[in-house]
C-alpha cells in the first residue's frame, strides 16, 4: 500500500480530493498538507510513497516543494496539479523530474489512474544494473 501526500493550500479542495481518494484505501493512504511548508515538516518525519501538490500557493510554492524533494527525497515522485498551468511550465515541471502533470480541475478517475500508474512504475525491478 503507498502512502500519498496530498499538499493544496485550498482547504475544501483538499478534503474533497482526500475524501474522494478514501475510496481508495486498498491502494493507498492519504496524507494531508495545506502548504508547502508544511508537506515539509510531514516528509522529515514520514516516510511517504508519492507527494501530490498545488502549485500556486503562498509562502513557499509547489514549484519550490518540488526542487525540495527532488534534491532531498530523489525517490519520491512527485504529481503536479494546477489551474493556472501552461506549456512552459508543464516541460520546466517535467525537466525537474515531476511524475506527472494534471490541470484543474480535476477528475478524480483521472487523479487515481495517475497515481496507480506511478505506483506501477515504480514496482518495477531495476533492470539497470
Known amino acids: 500500500m503507498m502512502d500519498i ?14 475524501e474522494g481518494l478514501g475510496f481508495y484505501t486498498r491502494y493507498f493512504n492519504v ?5 508547502a511548508k ?11 510513497d508519492l507527494v501530490v501538490t498545488d502549485l500556486k ?7 519550490e516543494l518540488v526542487g525540495y524533494i527532488k534534491k532531498r527525497f530523489p525517490n519520491i515522485p ?12 508543464e516541460l520546466r515541471l517535467h525537466e525537474l523530474g515531476i511524475a506527472g502533470y494534471l490541470e484543474k ?19 518495477l525491478p531495476d533492470v539497470s544494473s
Open 31 to 35: 496524507i494531508t498538507a495545506e502548504s
Open 78 to 89: 512527485v504529481i503536479v496539479m494546477t489551474a493556472f498551468g501552461d506549456r512552459d511550465l
Open 105 to 123: 480541475p480535476l477528475d478524480l478517475e483521472t487523479v487515481v489512474a495517475r497515481i496507480l500508474s506511478v505506483e506501477k512504475v515504480n514496482a
Open 57 to 63: 500557493m503562498p509562502g513557499t510554492s509547489g514549484v
Open 5 to 18: 501526500l496530498i499538499v493544496d493550500d485550498e482547504k475544501p479542495f483538499l478534503l474533497s480530493l482526500a
Open 38 to 48: 508544511k508537506a515539509m515538516e510531514i516528509l522529515t518525519t514520514i516516510v511517504v
